[in-house]
């Protein structure tokens, strides 16, 4: 399950960067970065709960 988690994170750095980067997509990044907080939230509730 960690290591799901940690992936997610990556592709989600992933997005956000090439939203970053590409002109136009500014939306991209958004979504990235919004993405990234819940995963990493998620991430965290559940390793309390184990």
Known sequence: ???LILLLLVVWVVV????AVIEG???LT???VVLFLA???WGWTKRRIS
Request: proline letters at 0%; glycine letters at 18%.
């Open 39 to 41: 995963t990493a939230a």
């Open 16 to 19: 956000s960067v090439l939203g």
């Open 30 to 32: 958004v979504v990235g």
């Open 25 to 27: 997509l500014f939306w």
């Open 1 to 3: 399950m960690l290591g």
